[in-house]
């Protein structure tokens, strides 16, 4: 590959055009922080009520083995997949905390256990972490893979300080299109429309992103958090179609609110046209109330976007938390 990766940039390395301070989103000016919005929000809230718990259906192992023309996408929660590309066994923004926050003792928890365990897992080679969110960054996850497996993580640029405190020192850290290649993969950070804070003195200190995983010809694209944009067709422009996008579809409402950094339903559908990819899973909804749509709204909408693109239903899917499906990958 023609780009080479940095392991430990300082946040402001670079003379990114998204850079000016702080990091900021393609084509926008920097932002300012969302604390004044966040309060009109939780102050006129009428969200949706959600059950305190969801049992989870049963369904078999994730498959030991994988043909070197598959890959198996095994749906956790939130924005978890376990993936076995080719063999290259993979985690996404993996959490398996109770709560998604600073503290064990509040803040968003779980209506949703996980769909597998950690325990339940073979070992992992590669962690992708798309942002420094703590329903993405899961700190305690983080550091028992890092004690268990010993994977290779990769997140974007100014997120290895956080992860350091996790005990994990060599992280690499990508920057936009910059890719970083294993002994038979690459990973491309890709741009998203989001934003990052841990507390309230480091907004958008570090970057956001998405990753386009490679194995031979094979491809899997996984989102993270994004709104909608032309960063898709550009991504596909770039680094061609995949053959799997791992696509967000929850915590969008209100649309006047949420619309900047987290698409709806409808837009992750015209995101799989745009990516060109062959099959979508959604995911993001579900597992942690942290916005107010309902539950089971995200699916249902999904299915409707999808029925008014004209789509297949096997184009783009939701999975049971704990399902595994495998998809083909071009030859």
């Not at 076995?84 to 209506?111: H, M, Q, Y």
């Not at 619309?259 to 979508?280: F, I, Q, T, Y």
Request: a positive charge; aromatic letters at 10%; glycine letters at 8%.
């Amino acid at each position: 590959m023609d780009d080479s990766p940095l392991d430990h940039p300082a946040p402001h390395a670079g003379a990114a055009p998204y850079h000016a301070g702080r990091f900021h989103n393609p084509g926008a000016p920097p932002p300012r922080k969302r604390g004044l919005g966040f309060l009109r929000w939780r102050l006129s809230a009428r969200g949706a009520a959600w059950p305190r718990q969801v049992p989870n259906s049963s369904f078999p192992p994730p498959p030991a083995d994988i043909a070197p023309d598959e890959v198996a996408a095994s749906f956790i929660g939130h924005a978890t997949f376990f993936l076995n590309l080719a063999g290259l066994r993979v985690l996404t923004d993996p959490i398996f905390s109770e709560r998604c926050s600073p503290v064990s003792w509040a803040g968003p928890k779980r209506v949703r256990p996980p769909g597998l365990r950690l325990a339940d897992l073979p070992p992992i080679d590669l962690v992708l972490i798309s942002h420094c969110h703590y329903d993405h960054m899961d700190l305690p996850s983080l550091r028992a893979l890092a004690a268990r497996d010993r994977p290779r993580f990769v997140t974007p640029l100014g997120n290895a300080r956080h992860l350091a405190r996790a005990g994990i020192k060599e992280a690499v850290e990508l920057d936009w299109w910059q890719s970083f290649e294993g002994t038979d993969w690459a990973v491309t950070a890709t741009p998203a429309r989001h934003f990052s804070a841990r507390s309230p003195f480091d907004f958008n200190r570090a970057l956001w992103a998405g990753f386009m995983l490679r194995r031979g010809p094979g491809q899997v694209f996984f989102a993270g958090d994004s709104g909608a944009g032309p960063h898709w067709a550009e991504i596909r422009a770039r680094l061609g179609a995949p053959d799997l996008a791992l696509l967000p579809i929850g915590a969008y409402e209100p649309r006047w609110f949420m619309a900047p950094v987290h698409m709806d339903p409808a837009e992750a559908v015209a995101a799989h046209l745009a990516l060109g990819a062959r099959h979508s899973v959604g995911m993001h909804f579900g597992t942690f109330k942290l916005t107010d749509e309902a539950i089971d709204a995200p699916p249902q909408a999904l299915a409707a976007a999808r029925r008014a693109a004209g789509l297949a239903p096997a184009s783009f899917i939701v999975q049971g938390f704990g399902e595994t499906r495998v998809f083909p990958l071009r030859a």
